[in-house]
Each structure stands twice: as structure tokens, then as C-alpha cells.
């Protein structure tokens, strides 16, 4: 016997049971990477336990064995969270507390129960994802769910599924409209759903840190981290080569770790935020918008350079005097601002200055021979005597003719990370190379510095917005320079002028499935489809903010929109709907069987004549009663009553109807008698 077949086979109860479960584990699904891993496995086999009984037609178990499960589900959620509130413990118990209803599921009130659980696990997976994907999965959810709740109402017979997905998809789409209304109107604080991620980790491939070697693993991750929509043309975009997204600026190195400033958020440290960082601009403005990633790190990203705060809703932005911004909390939602840039700028201070200092230091006892390769470039006096700008320029020189490489995988360095890039190995990925060039600069007495952000992007040539991607995660440097200040220099350029350029990322090899799929050229270009349908849910339904909702209301004709304004027009829209649910009803009522409608004007003509009859008597039986108490003058009606009856099961009844309908008007009813 098939499955198909034994399935069939099946009592209806055991039918629509495993329906249910099989959509309270699509529901569950999208959850387990963020469910403890016993909740997991005891979800899992108490469902199918209950599918096993609806099977084999087994009774549920009883009131004590499901109250002993859900105290261990209670224990078990209070071990692992220490508490049964906030979003991960609450997810955990509702999950369980879903499972365990499925093994009391006696009557319709419990089906009610499991529903609404079912609908509120549903929403839970907002609180981890707002993504596509995820509303795509919980679309199909909401169907299901619909369906079981139709087969509920259906208690008679076997409807088909493909009855009840019609039903269910009726009212979704029936919904639709209010819940566009609701969407585009109710007045939101907050994005359109989820919860702040309690887990403040970095989702990006950027961090306060450098360690040698770490950044190379980024390039691997192809995951969107910002994307860009500029204003103007194409030709007003700058080009790929100053594309540079500023991020942490690290300062400080042990030996094999660079270090920035921690984010802290006191007010002192906002006061050293606030200081100024001489930044002076110049040349041509470049306007963008920028949706950036949750990346769950206080940074915000912008090209190089941004003298005035991007615009945020609902928070603020310091920059920093190493020219970085960024927020008063860290960002864990696809967040959306605008901002200018100058492509053309100086920063920092002119003359030497004590603090600058700092950026001389190096730790004891690392790198000998790039101090030494150091002590003998200031002994040339041609180098010496040009000033720091000789000394740059002599050691990308030495890296453009030396023999060295960019490598997505040089190994793992030593202790003297430096000594190994410059004499031994000569490969290395962009933290390699921007290492060792700070380290000798700094062996030289010239304040250098590294800073770490994004180079390059990628333009999408279905919806125009530029991506950057973790992939595009880099680290140069900055070396101050007397009258000038800082100034940036990008060692990897000269190591691989592609990189920076032509933008010629490494990437990893290919394997044998993408090359039996065919070229990268189509892959990319179905990436590029999917990249920009995600790019248009996360413009706009998830950065739907109070703005855009003000927009709208200007669209409308309102000059200057208000909360009251946004109120006013989703009433008008409720009252509309209202009024047109109502005026739907009152159709659908006349449209509703109108054989019936007409045998019930029948009965109710009779009854006045002073014959009373069942609703369940047949048209058949209402002739012999019309003839029994009328005779020969109420022949006509009562043949007129037996047409009504064949009517019903003719194959066409449309236009005969019509003619009964017409006649029903003149017929010789029978006068009511007289008192």
C-alpha cells in the first residue's frame, strides 16, 4: 500500500491530525537554530509520538503524564535561561507548551488553543528574522494554519485539501487589504516587527580587533553588509577605486593584535567623541542612502569623508577624531540613513603634536628585522632627506617590485608577523600587508595607523543600488604627514593595483557543482535578481518608518502631516471597508441559492393564505398539502410547485428559473379565508 493510499485509508480525525502537525513543524522549524537543543529533540519526539497515535488510532495520554511533561518543559526553560520571560525563554516555553496542547487535542476548544499557539509561534520567528525568506515561510504558515482551522468548521465528510486551501486563501486574501491599511498607516514607533537581539555579538566581519590572519577568512563570507543608492547619474558616482568605508581605526598593537578604542557609552567618553577632528573638504559633494545590515556594532558606515551627522530616525551619531562615526547604541535592524561625502579631504592636525606620539609606539621585542630594514632606510640620506613622503614612497616601491603577492591564504604567521611578510613568505591578504607596512612605518618614527572599513562595491544592474559585502571587508593605513595630516595610503594597491582599481577581489575556488551549473556569470546574475527583490522588502517593508509614513500622508495632499492626520485617514479607511464588507454581505445574500429564496416566498405567500408549512417539507409535498386545502382553484399553483421540483435537478437551471420567477407573480394564489 502507497502513502497516498494509507493516508486515504485513514478516519478523518487521524487525517486532519496530521495536517496539523505537519504545520506545526513548518512553523517550528525556522526556529530550531535559536531553540535549545533539548527543547528541540523533545519537541521532535513528542510530535511524533502524536502522529503515531493518530495513526495507529491510540488513545492521547492522560491529564498526569502531559502534567508531568510540561513541568519538565517548565524546569528545562528555567536551567537553561535562568528565568521563563524575555524573548528566548518565552520562545522556548511556547514551543513546548504547542507540542504538549497536540496531546490533549480531544475537542474543538482545544483545536481553538492550538491555533492561536500555533499563530503566536508563528509570529515568535519575527523576533530572530525579518527577512524574505523567513515572511516567505511564514506565508505559507499562515495558510496552513488557515486550513486546518477551515477543516475544523468542517466536521462532516472529507473535504479535500485543495477545497479548504481555497477557503484559506480566500480569507488571506479577503485580509489583505487591512492589513495593507494597517501596515502603511498605524502609527509605528518602531520598526515593522521583531525584537532588539539580546546577543550584542558582531554579525559583520568587522571588529574592535585585527588579529594577523582573521581578515582573510571575511573575504569568504559573501553576505550583504551595505548597500547604496546614489543620487544623480551614473557618472556621479565616484569610482570603485574611492569607495572607501571608513569603520574602527586601530591604534594599538601587542605584537599580534591591532586594537581600537572601546565603544563605551558614558558621557565622557561622548565628550571625547565630540571633539573635532580638523576635518577640512573640498571638491564635489556626493549625496547616497544607505541600508546597512544589522551588524550589531555602534558603526556606522560611510565613505570617506562625512563632516555632518547622517540622518537616523530615532538616534543619534558622534564622529570620533579618528573621522569614524557612530551611534549611541549598537545597530541590530537593517537601518537605513542619508549622507554626504567628499571624496577629497584632509583631517587631522597640521603640526606635530605630543599625542601623535602614540602612533610611534610598538611593543618590545617583535619584528627585529623590520627594524633593522627600518634603521638602514632612514640611514639613506636620499630617503631621510625627502621627508616622510620619500620614506612612504620607498617602501611601496619596495612592495611593487619585490617579489610580493596578495594571497587569500598565506598561513598561519609567527610571532613576527612583519619579519615574515617582508623577508620570508611575501604574501599575505590585506591585513597582512597594511600590518607590515604601520609596523615599518612606525620603526621609522612616522605616525601610522591602521583603519579597517570596506573598499569597492559592486553595482546591481536589476534595481541600480550598489552592494558591499563582508567579501569587501579591507584594512589600510594612514600615516600623518607635516602639513597635510593624515593621510591615507593603501599598501595593498601596490601589492595588487586590481584589488583597488578594477576592484578584483580574491575569491574562493570554484567547486564541481558551480561549475557544472555553468558560468559565474550566471550565477551572478541570478544573484543580482534575488539581491535586488531582498533589496526592495527591506526598503520597503522593514525601513517602512515614521518618515515614509509622513510621506505618504504629503502624497495624499496633507501639507503638514501629524499623528492625528495618519488616524484621521486609517478611520476613514476602516469606515470605507466597513462600509463596502457590508454592501458585500447584502450582495452575497442575494446571490445566495435563489432556488431556496423562491420556494421560501412560496411558503410565505401560503402562510398568509392560512396554510402553514415546515421549512423541511419539499415543494412535492407543499402541492398535495395546496390541493388538499384549496382543490381545483389552486391547481395552477400546485403544478407550478412540481416544476419548482424538477427545476432542481435539472443540469441547466438558470433560465427556467427565471420563467418560474415570473410567473411566481401572477399566479391564482389562494385568498385567506375569511373570520
Same mark, same amino acid.
Given at each position: 500500500?502507497?502513502?497516498?493510499?494509507?493516508?486515504?485509508?485513514?478516519?478523518?480525525?487521524?487525517? &486532519?491530525?496530521?495536517?496539523?502537525?505537519?504545520?506545526?513543524?513548518?512553523?517550528?522549524?525556522?526556529?530550531?537554530?535559536?531553540?535549545?537543543? #533539548?527543547?528541540?529533540?523533545?519537541?521532535?519526539?513528542? /510530535?511524533?509520538?502524536?502522529?503515531?497515535?493518530?495513526?495507529?488510532?491510540?488513545?492521547?495520554?492522560?491529564?498526569?503524564?502531559? !502534567?508531568?511533561?510540561?513541568?519538565?518543559?517548565?524546569?528545562?526553560?528555567?536551567?537553561?535561561?535562568?528565568?521563563?520571560?524575555?524573548?528566548?525563554?518565552?520562545?522556548?516555553?511556547?514551543?513546548?507548551?504547542?507540542?504538549?496542547?497536540?496531546?490533549?487535542?480531544?475537542?474543538?476548544?482545544?483545536?481553538?488553543?492550538?491555533?492561536?499557539?500555533?499563530?503566536?509561534?508563528?509570529?515568535?520567528?519575527?523576533?530572530?528574522?525579518?527577512?524574505?525568506?523567513?515572511?516567505?515561510?511564514?506565508?505559507?504558515?499562515?495558510?496552513?494554519?488557515?486550513?486546518?482551522?477551515?477543516?475544523?468548521?468542517?466536521?462532516?465528510?472529507?473535504?479535500?485539501?485543495?477545497?479548504?486551501?481555497?477557503?484559506?486563501?480566500?480569507?488571506?486574501?479577503?485580509?489583505?487589504?487591512?492589513?495593507?491599511?494597517?501596515?502603511?498607516?498605524?502609527?509605528?514607533?518602531?520598526?515593522?516587527?521583531?525584537?532588539?537581539?539580546?546577543?550584542?555579538?558582531?554579525?559583520?566581519?568587522?571588529?574592535?580587533?585585527?588579529?594577523?590572519? &582573521?581578515?582573510?577568512?571575511?573575504?569568504?563570507?559573501?553576505?550583504?553588509?551595505?548597500?547604496?543608492?546614489?543620487?544623480?547619474?551614473?557618472?556621479?558616482?565616484?569610482?570603485?577605486?574611492?569607495?572607501?568605508?571608513?569603520?574602527?581605526?586601530?591604534?594599538?598593537?601587542?605584537?599580534?593584535?591591532?586594537?581600537?578604542?572601546?565603544?563605551?557609552?558614558?558621557?565622557?567618553?561622548?565628550?571625547?567623541?565630540?571633539?573635532?577632528?580638523?576635518?577640512?573638504?573640498?571638491?564635489?559633494?556626493?549625496?547616497?542612502?544607505?541600508?546597512?545590515?544589522?551588524?550589531?556594532?555602534?558603526?556606522?558606515?560611510?565613505?570617506?569623508?562625512?563632516?555632518?551627522?547622517?540622518?537616523?530616525?530615532?538616534?543619534?551619531?558622534?564622529?570620533?577624531?579618528?573621522?569614524?562615526?557612530?551611534?549611541?547604541?549598537?545597530?541590530?535592524?537593517?537601518?537605513?540613513?542619508?549622507?554626504?561625502?567628499?571624496?577629497?579631504?584632509?583631517?587631522?592636525?597640521?603640526?606635530?603634536?605630543?599625542?601623535?606620539?602614540?602612533?610611534?609606539?610598538?611593543?618590545?621585542?617583535?619584528?627585529?628585522?623590520?627594524?633593522?630594514?627600518?634603521?638602514?632606510?632612514?640611514?639613506?640620506?636620499?630617503?631621510?632627506?625627502?621627508?616622510?613622503?620619500?620614506?612612504?614612497?620607498?617602501?611601496?616601491?619596495?612592495?611593487?617590485?619585490?617579489?610580493?603577492?596578495?594571497?587569500? &591564504?598565506?598561513?598561519?604567521?609567527?610571532?613576527?608577523?612583519?619579519?615574515?611578510?617582508?623577508?620570508?613568505?611575501?604574501?599575505?591578504?590585506?591585513?597582512?600587508?597594511?600590518?607590515?607596512?604601520?609596523?615599518?612605518?612606525?620603526?621609522?618614527?612616522?605616525?601610522?595607523?591602521?583603519?579597517?572599513?570596506?573598499?569597492?562595491?559592486?553595482?546591481?544592474?536589476?534595481?541600480?543600488? #550598489?552592494?558591499?559585502?563582508?567579501?569587501? !571587508?579591507?584594512?589600510?593605513?594612514?600615516? #600623518?604627514?607635516?602639513?597635510?595630516?593624515?593621510?591615507?595610503?593603501?599598501?595593498?594597491?601596490?601589492?595588487?593595483?586590481?584589488?583597488?582599481?578594477?576592484?578584483?577581489?580574491?575569491?574562493?575556488?570554484?567547486?564541481?557543482?558551480?561549475? !557544472?551549473?555553468?558560468?559565474?556569470?550566471?550565477?551572478?546574475?541570478?544573484?543580482?535578481?534575488?539581491?535586488?527583490?531582498?533589496?526592495?522588502?527591506?526598503?520597503?517593508?522593514?525601513?517602512?518608518?515614521?518618515?515614509?509614513?509622513?510621506?505618504?500622508?504629503?502624497?495624499?495632499?496633507?501639507?503638514?502631516?501629524?499623528?492625528?492626520?495618519?488616524?484621521?485617514?486609517?478611520?476613514?479607511?476602516?469606515?470605507?471597508?466597513?462600509?463596502?464588507?457590508?454592501?458585500?454581505?447584502? #450582495?452575497?445574500?442575494?446571490?445566495?441559492?435563489?432556488? /431556496?429564496?423562491?420556494?421560501?416566498?412560496?411558503?410565505?405567500?401560503?402562510?398568509?393564505?392560512?396554510?402553514?408549512?415546515?421549512?423541511?417539507?419539499?415543494?412535492?409535498?407543499?402541492?398535495?398539502?395546496?390541493?388538499?386545502?384549496?382543490?381545483?382553484?389552486?391547481?395552477?399553483?400546485?403544478?407550478?410547485?412540481?416544476?419548482?421540483?424538477?427545476?432542481?435537478?435539472?443540469?441547466?437551471?438558470?433560465?427556467?428559473?427565471?420563467?418560474?420567477?415570473?410567473?411566481?407573480?401572477?399566479?391564482?394564489?389562494?385568498?385567506?379565508?375569511?373570520?
Amino acid at each position: 500500500m502507497t502513502l497516498r493510499q494509507t493516508l486515504t485509508s485513514l478516519p478523518r480525525d487521524a487525517r &486532519d491530525t496530521l495536517f496539523l502537525l505537519f504545520v506545526i513543524v513548518w512553523v517550528i522549524a525556522p526556529q530550531v537554530p535559536n531553540l535549545p537543543v #533539548w527543547t528541540t529533540v523533545l519537541a521532535g519526539g513528542l /510530535l511524533l509520538w502524536r502522529g503515531w497515535l493518530a495513526i495507529k488510532g491510540k488513545a492521547l495520554p492522560g491529564r498526569w503524564t502531559v !502534567a508531568a511533561l510540561l513541568a519538565l518543559a517548565v524546569v528545562g526553560t528555567l536551567l537553561t535561561h535562568r528565568t521563563i520571560l524575555g524573548r528566548d525563554a518565552g520562545v522556548t516555553l511556547i514551543v513546548l507548551l504547542l507540542v504538549l496542547k497536540m496531546l490533549e487535542l480531544r475537542a474543538r476548544r482545544d483545536a481553538m488553543v492550538v491555533f492561536f499557539l500555533g499563530f503566536f509561534t508563528m509570529l515568535s520567528n519575527f523576533f530572530f528574522s525579518q527577512s524574505l525568506p523567513t515572511a516567505a515561510a511564514m506565508l505559507v504558515a499562515l495558510l496552513g494554519l488557515l486550513m486546518a482551522l477551515v477543516n475544523a468548521h468542517m466536521p462532516v465528510g472529507r473535504p479535500a485539501l485543495a477545497q479548504t486551501f481555497r477557503i484559506a486563501g480566500t480569507m488571506a486574501l479577503l485580509g489583505a487589504p487591512i492589513m495593507v491599511a494597517l501596515f502603511m498607516l498605524f502609527p509605528r514607533m518602531a520598526p515593522l516587527w521583531g525584537m532588539p537581539s539580546e546577543n550584542l555579538t558582531g554579525r559583520s566581519g568587522l571588529s574592535g580587533t585585527m588579529k594577523i590572519g &582573521d581578515m582573510a577568512e571575511i573575504a569568504l563570507d559573501e553576505r550583504v553588509a551595505i548597500r547604496l543608492r546614489f543620487e544623480g547619474s551614473v557618472d556621479d558616482v565616484p569610482p570603485q577605486a574611492m569607495l572607501y568605508f571608513r569603520g574602527p581605526v586601530l591604534t594599538g598593537f601587542d605584537g599580534r593584535q591591532w586594537n581600537a578604542e572601546p565603544f563605551r557609552e558614558d558621557s565622557a567618553w561622548a565628550a571625547r567623541v565630540a571633539l573635532p577632528a580638523n576635518l577640512q573638504t573640498s571638491g564635489r559633494a556626493v549625496r547616497y542612502e544607505v541600508t546597512l545590515e544589522p551588524q550589531r556594532q555602534p558603526w556606522l558606515m560611510v565613505l570617506e569623508a562625512t563632516p555632518e551627522a547622517p540622518s537616523l530616525p530615532n538616534m543619534q551619531a558622534y564622529m570620533t577624531q579618528d573621522l569614524q562615526w557612530l551611534t549611541t547604541r549598537p545597530i541590530t535592524e537593517v537601518l537605513r540613513y542619508q549622507a554626504v561625502s567628499y571624496p577629497e579631504f584632509r583631517h587631522g592636525p597640521q603640526q606635530s603634536v605630543r599625542p601623535l606620539r602614540v602612533h610611534t609606539e610598538l611593543p618590545p621585542g617583535f619584528n627585529p628585522r623590520t627594524l633593522e630594514l627600518a634603521t638602514q632606510m632612514r640611514a639613506d640620506p636620499v630617503l631621510s632627506g625627502g621627508g616622510t613622503q620619500a620614506l612612504v614612497t620607498a617602501a611601496l616601491q619596495r612592495l611593487r617590485t619585490g617579489g610580493y603577492s596578495y594571497s587569500l &591564504d598565506p598561513g598561519v604567521f609567527g610571532e613576527h608577523t612583519a619579519d615574515e611578510f617582508w623577508f620570508d613568505r611575501k604574501e599575505g591578504f590585506c591585513e597582512h600587508i597594511a600590518s607590515a607596512f604601520v609596523i615599518l612605518m612606525r620603526a621609522m618614527d612616522v605616525p601610522a595607523r591602521i583603519v579597517t572599513g570596506y573598499q569597492g562595491g559592486e553595482r546591481n544592474p536589476v534595481d541600480g543600488y #550598489w552592494t558591499v559585502r563582508n567579501a569587501d !571587508a579591507h584594512a589600510w593605513a594612514e600615516v #600623518w604627514m607635516e602639513g597635510r595630516g593624515w593621510v591615507r595610503v593603501d599598501p595593498t594597491g601596490a601589492v595588487s593595483p586590481g584589488r583597488i582599481g578594477q576592484f578584483q577581489r580574491l575569491r574562493a575556488p570554484q567547486g564541481a557543482f558551480a561549475a !557544472a551549473m555553468g558560468t559565474i556569470g550566471m550565477t551572478q546574475s541570478l544573484r543580482a535578481v534575488w539581491e535586488a527583490v531582498n533589496n526592495s522588502w527591506n526598503q520597503w517593508v522593514l525601513n517602512y518608518t515614521q518618515s515614509r509614513q509622513m510621506d505618504l500622508l504629503k502624497a495624499l495632499g496633507f501639507e503638514s502631516p501629524s499623528w492625528q492626520d495618519l488616524t484621521t485617514v486609517l478611520g476613514y479607511l476602516i469606515i470605507s471597508a466597513a462600509v463596502v464588507a457590508g454592501a458585500w454581505g447584502l #450582495w452575497e445574500r442575494s446571490q445566495h441559492d435563489p432556488w /431556496l429564496r423562491l420556494l421560501a416566498r412560496t411558503r410565505q405567500r401560503l402562510a398568509r393564505a392560512g396554510l402553514a408549512l415546515p421549512d423541511n417539507l419539499p415543494p412535492r409535498a407543499m402541492a398535495e398539502r395546496v390541493q388538499a386545502q384549496f382543490g381545483t382553484p389552486a391547481a395552477a399553483v400546485a403544478e407550478w410547485l412540481l416544476r419548482l421540483e424538477r427545476l432542481r435537478y435539472a443540469p441547466d437551471p438558470g433560465a427556467e428559473l427565471g420563467t418560474l420567477r415570473s410567473e411566481f407573480r401572477s399566479l391564482p394564489w389562494p385568498k385567506p379565508a375569511p373570520h
